[in-house]
């Protein structure tokens, strides 16, 4: 398991340390955790997986520390949850329910915000040094007649 440090996660996400600081304190799970005096936070890629969702969704949406407070648990737990990688995965977010799920798990009827988190992926992904897969090398290769 890669374990993070604050610096790292601050790095990848090209953000300073009162917000990363800011997010721990209000959102959930990290909120709810225990810290002890001198003793610097560990991350993992999950957790950096998850404040790329929540600078994502910020950015993209301008959705208030607040809205994230009321659903960082479940973007926690939806980031983190075991499923098959898909490069166009897109996750709906209902404010008014307090859920979020994966877009292909949602009901026709619902209403809230629907977000493509291929951006997510790649930041992570280059942050982590994660070699593209074998269809997305480009080789070069010119067909011959």
């Excluded at 610097?40 to 994230?68: C, N, P």
């Excluded at 209902?94 to 026709?108: F, G, H, P, V």
Aim: proline content about 3%.
């Amino acid at each position: 398991m890669t374990v993070l440090k604050t610096k790292d996660i601050c790095e990848a996400l090209d953000i300073k340390r009162h917000q990363l600081r800011a997010w721990t304190d209000a959102l959930a799970p990290y909120s709810n955790q225990t810290t002890h005096a001198r003793s610097a936070r560990r991350f993992d890629t999950g957790d950096l997986m998850f404040f790329a969702t929540v600078q994502h969704i910020e950015k993209k949406f301008g959705l208030s520390i607040s809205v994230f407070a009321k659903l960082s648990q479940c973007i926690y737990d939806t980031v983190r949850a075991p499923r098959t990688i898909n490069d166009n995965e897109r996750i709906f977010l209902d404010i008014n329910s307090q859920r979020y799920l994966i877009a292909d798990t949602l009901d026709t009827h619902a209403e809230g915000v629907l977000i493509n988190i291929a951006p997510v992926k790649k930041l992570v992904g280059d942050f982590l040094g994660l070699t593209p897969t074998q269809e997305q090398i480009h080789f070069g290769l010119a067909k011959v007649s």
